[in-house]
């Protein structure tokens, strides 16, 4: 989406040959605040902190995701 290649979910998910929804709620990731991503990349995360956990819904402004 951000190079311009796909303008939809649907598009991204063709071309992947995924699910919709699951494409969905990765790219929902992508509003975790900087610190959050940071941590996950060097392996700090909190230890509740799972895939599955971050699929839940979180707060999209960053000063409220202190670490969910």
Do not use: C, H
Not at 4 to 17: C, L, M, R, S, V
Not at 37 to 57: D, F, H, N, Y
């Amino acid at each position: 989406m951000e190079t311009g290649n796909f303008t939809t979910i649907e598009e991204i998910a063709d071309a992947e040959n995924i699910n919709p929804s699951y494409v969905s709620r990765v790219v929902r990731l992508t509003l975790l605040t900087p610190e959050i991503v940071e941590a996950i990349l060097a392996g700090r995360q909190p230890e509740g902190l799972t895939m599955a956990k971050s699929m839940e819904p979180f707060p999209l402004e960053w000063r409220r995701q202190i670490f969910m």
